[in-house]
Structure formats: structure tokens, C-alpha cells
């Protein structure tokens, strides 16, 4: 773990408890391949300040009646914020993991092609979903959520993400949504 954490930006500069705990992320060379240098949330998600920091950044001041997490750290942080929120949950799974399917969806990404599924009974026509991911790289999987919450006849009141990787420009291919991130790097 980092002490200071310079390459990663607090893009709200007055969350004092969000710069605290910048410095839990852990930096992992070569990880997953050869040249990348991958930066672990995992040890935020772990400490209960910073998950708090992070739980009341990603929904604060947004209008939402339910949040929907994508697969799999986003089903952690969407419980989190739900909780927090007051409001219910939705899991957007991969194909296969559930009885019954309301809806889904195909996207591209960059190594092949991929699937979300909506559980059934879990989402109303109108309804206003905040859609919480971990991070935002590419912008496949986070764009796919938010077309197949839309699919579904619901609002996407936000899409929100712990980190958002900005040289892969993956916010660029989320055409008409609006998109937050707590920390850029």
C-alpha cells in the first residue's frame, strides 16, 4: 500500500475522508500483464472508514429509487450505498447465474463479446436506477448496464464508479448518461 497515492486523483478535493483513503489502494506492477500497473481498491472496500467515504460519495447528492450493482464488486458497493440509501438492490449478472431473466443485453469489448442479465421481478418501467460499478475502464461493461436498465423501461438517475481509468477514455462510450467517479487515475 501507498502512503501517498499521487497518481490517483480525489475528484471531489473537499472529501476529506475520500483523499484519507486514497492511500489504502494498493499498487500491483505487472498485474495482469506485463507493463500494467493495477490499482487495488480492494483494501478501501476492506477498511470500514473508507467504505463509509466511498458508500455515502457514490450516492450523495443523486435521486434514486433503487441501485443496481453490476457483477461482482458492484453488487459489494451498490448493497453499501442501497443500505445506506434507503432503498433495495438489483445484481446485474452474467449469463447463467440466475432462474429467471427480465432482460439482457449483448456488448463488445475490447477481447470479445459479453452479457448482462436482469433478475426478474426486481425492476419497475419508471423507476430511477443508480447503477454502481467498481471502476470504469474501457466503458463496455458500465455503458451495457445502463442501455439494459433503459431496455427495461426504467431512468437511469446515474452511473457511478469508484475509479475511473481516464487514459482508456471508457467515459467517452457512455453516450447520455450521466457518469461520476469518486477517484481518477
Known sequence: MSEENAAVEVV????????????LIREVPDFPEPGVLFR???PMLADPAALRAITDALGRGLEFDVVAGVEARGFLLGAAVAQAFGTGVIGLRKPGKLP?????I???LEYGRAT???????LRAGQRVLVVDDVLATGGTLGAA???IRQAGAEVAAATVVMELTALEGRDKIVGEHVRALLRS
Open 146 to 148: 445502463c442501455r439494459l
Open 40 to 42: 487495488d481498491i480492494s
Open 12 to 23: 471531489d478535493g473537499d472529501d476529506v475522508a475520500l483523499k484519507e483513503s486514497v492511500r
Open 100 to 104: 429467471e431473466v427480465a432482460d439482457r
Open 116 to 122: 448482462l442479465e436482469l433478475p426478474a421481478d426486481t
Open 106 to 108: 449483448e456488448y463488445e
